[in-house]
């Protein structure tokens, strides 16, 4: 075999350039009046691509930083110009029978040339504009390549009429409770020249079963015959019965025709996860000129969600073979496993299939909603998509939903959760806007839904992550009532999906009803959101205690980041803790999640910011801690949590994430990663205070996912002294798939010097040494402020060691600009005061940090190692000041930690 001749060169990277105009003047280039040309709103100026205008602009110094303070509201004029990119190159020598110029990620309407030449407009930004450029190529010619985009649609973002949405654009961009408006427009995924020869592959579909004691792959790869047809505007004509249905023209999309051929085959490989040749078979297309196949692997390596097993990805390489030389070829990663869906237990018969079940073993969903990470997502890194799946697997999480309202997101994500474990619940770019929550029917939008779901499915259904299909977001018929298949939106939906990926479950919105909201009525709730705050006490633990939903696939609790990163983007006039109606920056960065009132009834006042943010972190992990262990006492009833939300992608002072904008772990990231431990014990509770010498008797669980093991729980009750007031032992043996009550851990109420008192659990499974003690439960017998005494700890005296230099991991060379690096230290307090919430902070701000354990509490006399990785930031917007290439090559992470209130209590021995 010759090499093949099919090739592709991505156009991205070097050498692009921008320039602002006003609408319609690049178009029409000179003055009507007195000839001379119309300059535009800027100069030509290099671009990014992928990337997006925004960017672009404040690295010309034509904006300031749109994240800081509020300036975004300087930026909103952008959105309403005209936009042109281009690029100059040389073309490729080599030519095939069709030459195609692919753009992956135009952002939002879009007209592309070649060489002054119009190939064809495009709108929507998730599916690729296809365009032939075979008649226009000449090799090795000069090319100049122009897009032009023109101002963004005036889609609606958070508020608005769901009903009236005419658009396939991220709605986030127009303003949600978690980002501002910054409306992105820009080449926001690879553009590609891709050279195809007589024959190549098109549409692939890869999915996977287990029947007994084999794995199943099945490939079907369709064989596309190339060369111009008719005028030559596109690469064939035909389109599938259901978009002529809806009477699409797929202009500038079009795909080639259908080859039957028998001088053509595609060759199938098959590697195992070592990387060793397994099958090898080769199929002749039928006469609609598709190739498919079933390799069977007997004893296959199983793929298994995170926590339930190991993700051995087997290789499936295609190669198209003709006569004389290869045409084509493609190469993807895949997981064998059975993938089935079952009713909750004791579910009602009207009920949707929740419980999702993999290899025959049921899945208990730990999850969390993921938005796009960063407001302008073309400018987002493989290196940021890398260390936010790596908070994602180390934070227990084995499911991320991705949002209605956000996007359809790159493959390297997709890739990531399939090394990583993690299943996807991808939503359809559709989402509530709060005045009418109704599916679009509009004629101009559901051929644009429908093309941007195809497209959707065709690309994503071979990652062995991807579980779960919705219409989107938060959908509703009436108020507080999903939208179901009856809504002809969804069933267009659910058609295309049982056409393209019929194996998968497709959901018609989240939450899928049949009520929207979580509520105390029993017997009514199946998929439920809400709620997105701290109820108060009691009324948290009442609402969610009591709660019988089925499923929970949105729901949180807002807390304050951290001071390190506030500093970031609010200026040192606004450092102050604040409520919302007091602060228009504050406002502007997170305005429905304010915490102020919550904090100070609970704690008292907040007089500092690294106190509020310290007071707000602790209520906000409290809150989602025990909502996690309500929903998992009642597994498989219920058969998981989805938390709103992992991430942000612009930086709030406050919000519902677990993670903030810069990537650092909040309070709550490792609340969660404790709640979603495979082996948990945990504490029922009705409030945080008690009277003393109240009789107390606190329901103790335990549950080990995906196990039969023996536990033993051991329970004390604590002072601030760390003087153990009261112990019980529990011990029984756990089931799969069940969380059990092992007792009640029986006591009064103590009386102590400052009011507050502690519980912890420690766990020990089948006779093993017992794990390092979960983080305490707190309880005041105090009057409000309950939590005031907190404020006032005295007496803790925190020492650090570190033991060893920084190394990088295992896979990691030194000197490789991704190397994480890592090191050990050992943490003790050497006071007399418990000193609670223990974590570590990177001081030098070069590097993304996660520890094997944070915010953990110290008893005195108590010590804790705790291993730290570090990966050097890179990829970051906006970034406001910089170091030299050597200082940065040179220096490693500086490591400090700090506890609850450290600034007041100031007893930090490094």
Known sequence: MTTKSAMEWNLGGEGWELKGFWPWVPLKGTSMEIGNELMGVTDWMPATVPGGVHHDLYRAGLLANPYRDLNSLHAEWVENRWWAYRKKFRAPAQAGATMQLICRGLDYEAMVYWNGVLLGEHKGMYEAAVFDATDHYRPEEEVELLVVFKQAPDEMGQIGRTSETFTQKSRFNYKWDFSTRLVNV??????????????????LSVTTDVRGETGLIRVVAEVEANGRRGNGSAVGTKESQYEEALGMTGRGSEKGGRAADSSVAVIVKLYDPEGALAHTMQIVPDDEGLASCTIEVEAPMLWYPSGYGDQPLYRVELTLAGDACDYDSRSLRTGIRKLEYVQNEDSPADALPYTFVVNGRKIYIKGANLTPLDHLYGNVTEERYGWMARLAKEGNLNLLRIWGGGIIEKPVLYDLCDEHGILIWQE???????????????????????????????????HVSLTVWSGGNELMS?????STFADENLAMLRELVRRHDPGRLFLPTSASGPVQY????????????GHWKYMGNPDHYRIYGTADHLFHSEFGVDGLSGVKSIR??????????????DSLVWRHHGEWWDTFDRDTALFGQMTTLARFADCSQWMQAEGLRYILDANRRRKFNNSGSIIWQLNEPWPNVTCTNLVDYYMEPKMAYYGVREAFQGRRASLDYVRLDWQAG????????????GESADCLVCAEVLDSAGKVLHGQAFQR?????RTLRLGSLSFQAPETADGLFYIRLTLAVNGEAAAVPGAPYIFSTRPDPIYAPALTLAGGKLATEAL?????ESGHGDAAADAVFTRQYVVRNTGDRVLLHVYPIERTDRYWTLASDAYFTLFPGEERVVRVNCRKRTGELFLETSTSAAADAQERPHIDFLYFNAAAAANINP
Do not use: C
């Not at 009525?521 to 959101?529: K, N, Q």
């Not at 109240?694 to 996912?705: I, K, N, Q, R």
């Not at 060893?804 to 990088?808: D, R, V």
């Open 186 to 203: 820009g080449i926001w995924d690879d553009i590609v020249l891709a050279a195809k020869g007589a024959y190549s592959l098109g549409e």
């Open 428 to 462: 359809f770019i559709q989402s509530s806007s709060g005045i009418d929550n109704e599916p679009s029917k509009r004629p101009d939008f559901l051929p644009l839904l429908a093309r941007s779901a195809e497209a959707a499915l065709k690309a994503r259904r071979n």
């Open 478 to 482: 009436a108020p507080n009532v999903p």
């Open 518 to 529: 979580i509520t105390e009525e029993r017997g009514v709730s199946h998929d439920v959101h």
């Open 568 to 581: 970031k983007f609010i200026g040192e006039a606004h450092r102050k803790p604040v409520p919302m109606k």
């Open 694 to 705: 109240e009789a107390m008797s606190l329901p103790v669980y335990a549950a080990t996912d």
């Open 733 to 737: 043996r756990t089931t799969p798939d």
């Open 804 to 808: 060893g230099e920084w190394a990088a």
